[in-house]
């Protein structure tokens, strides 16, 4: 009998693990390398984003959940082949329809701009009240070349352009 209540507990405690972490192993689009490491976390405060990332190119980046768990590779509108373009649009479930950044009504998936240093290396980590663990897992999460003004103008998602690095959140 205290097997199973210990097992009962350990599923308990297993599942609430489970379901208030997420994470992502980010990588390179283009050369495959494993960049580092973001984890979503619940508090109270809302989502805790913590960025632990390095080799990456100095400037401001793009920063965004997309709506599907995949970051192949995958041809536009244009039969060109463009980087993780499988990982679909920004998330967005209350279908806004508009890139209005981490504070708007927007798309969801909308995080602040990345700022990588010189060294390229970051490590942060910031809440996010719109976002839970949840709703992020069998996502994937993108790093832009360009950087975010965090309007669909003049370009369209904050102009950030290129998918450069990717993550499929579980
Ligand atoms: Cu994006
Ligand atoms: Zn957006």
Not at 153 to 170: D, Q
Request: aromatic share 6%; proline share 6%; charged share 20%.
């Amino acid at each position: 009998m205290k097997k199973v209540l210990l097992t009962v507990l350990l599923l308990i405690v297993g599942c609430y693990l489970f379901d208030d972490h997420a994470q992502a192993d980010m990588f390179l689009t283009q050369s495959g390398k494993n960049v580092g490491k973001i984890i979503f976390k619940d508090t109270p405060q809302g989502l805790l984003v913590q960025v632990n990332l390095k080799n990456l190119p100095e400037g401001l980046h793009g920063f965004h959940i997309h709506e599907n768990p995949n970051c192949e590779a995958a041809t536009d509108e244009n039969g060109k082949l463009q980087a993780a373009l499988s990982a679909g649009g920004h998330y967005d479930p209350d279908k806004s329809g508009h890139h209005l950044g981490p504070t708007g009504q927007g798309h969801k998936g909308d995080l602040p701009v990345l700022k990588v240093p010189q060294n390229g290396m970051v490590q942060i980590q910031f809440y996010t009240p719109r976002l839970t663990a949840k709703e992020v897992r069998d996502k994937s999460v993108i790093i832009h070349e360009g950087g975010d003004n965090y309007k669909d103008k003049p370009n369209p998602l904050g102009g950030g352009g290129k998918r450069m690095a990717c993550g499929v959140i579980k």
